[in-house]
Structure formats: structure tokens, C-alpha cells
């Protein structure tokens, strides 16, 4: 396969991340779209490392995903104490982060 049909996923799946995030209000929504962004990156480092022939983009992407893995640890374990403590995980509840 081309390098640019690659290229062309990542892109729907970053869009697709970000239109998640602009428009939804769930915040386990919008970690979930955060993601697909992320995992839209990794294919473009990937691919960017196969096209030019070193492994700089597969190491940096291992890093990116060990990051969002202890991001994904840390914002569901807050999730899910706001939830227990508000009932609720909309961003649109003004009071929601506060104390």
C-alpha cells in the first residue's frame, strides 16, 4: 500500500477525534476522541518512519503510547470520582470541577 493512503486514514481518524471532541459534552466522550487523535498521529509517525527508512517515528510513538496509557489511568480513576460525587460526567455543569 501507498504511503498516502496511510496518510489519508490517519487524517479521517483525526477528524473524526476532533469533530468528537468539538461537539460532544461527555467527558469519557471526549478522552475516547483524544485517543483517536493520538492513534491518528501514530499512524502518520509510522508511516512517515517506513517511508523515510529509520525508526525515530515507531520509538516516538511507543513513547506517545505510554503517555496515553498513564493519561487514560489517571482521567478514568478522576472520572469515575466525579461521577460518584456529582452523578454526572457532562462538561456543561458549570460546578462540576469545582471543589
Not at 523515510?52 to 493519561?71: H, K, N, P, R, Y
Amino acid at each position: 500500500m501507498p504511503i498516502g493512503a496511510y496518510l489519508i486514514l490517519a487524517a479521517a481518524v483525526f477528524a473524526i477525534g476532533l469533530v468528537g471532541v468539538m461537539l460532544r459534552r461527555n467527558l469519557i466522550v471526549l478522552f475516547m476522541s483524544i485517543e483517536l487523535m493520538l492513534n491518528a498521529v501514530n499512524l502518520t509517525l509510522v508511516a512517515g518512519s517506513r517511508l523515510w527508512g529509520d525508526a525515530d517515528g515507531q520509538v516516538f510513538t511507543f513513547l506517545i503510547i505510554v503517555v496515553a496509557a498513564a493519561e487514560v489511568v489517571v482521567g478514568l480513576a478522576i472520572l469515575v470520582n466525579l461521577f460518584f460525587r456529582r452523578g454526572t460526567v457532562d462538561v456543561d455543569v458549570p460546578a462540576l470541577l469545582r471543589s
